[in-house]
């Protein structure tokens, strides 16, 4: 999952994150399931920041986000490899999600950049 929310971090910090904020004007905290392991993605500030939320709570981590989302690492991966739709993951209940539906249809737009920044040997 760290190779993901650090290329997750480029898109959204990268020349991509302009026009990411634009489409998607928003704040989501994933929770990994296998392990608990949460990572926050803010769209919505001046300064668009994606990272791990620690116990004490990380710096750029929005406090009330508008979308939890809850999903296995594996999934995960998959999503990013485009191997696995975020709609159909939805709808076999391998993603969970809480929060602004219309946000959550946008995610796939983040999860398509997110991809182009990963480090091919890695996934």
Known sequence: ATEIFTAMAEA???PD???LRRKFKGSVVFTISDNNEQWY???KSEKPSAGKLTA???GGAPSNPDLSVKVSESD????????LNPQQAFMKGKLKIKGKM??????TSVLAATSRYLPKSKL
């Open 12 to 14: 959204v910090g990268g």
């Open 56 to 58: 004490g709570g990380a």
């Open 76 to 83: 995960m991966i998959k999503m990013v490899r485009k191997e």
């Open 102 to 107: 219309a946000l959550a249809m946008k995610l």
């Open 17 to 19: 994150g302009t026009k």
């Open 41 to 43: 993605l803010d769209l």
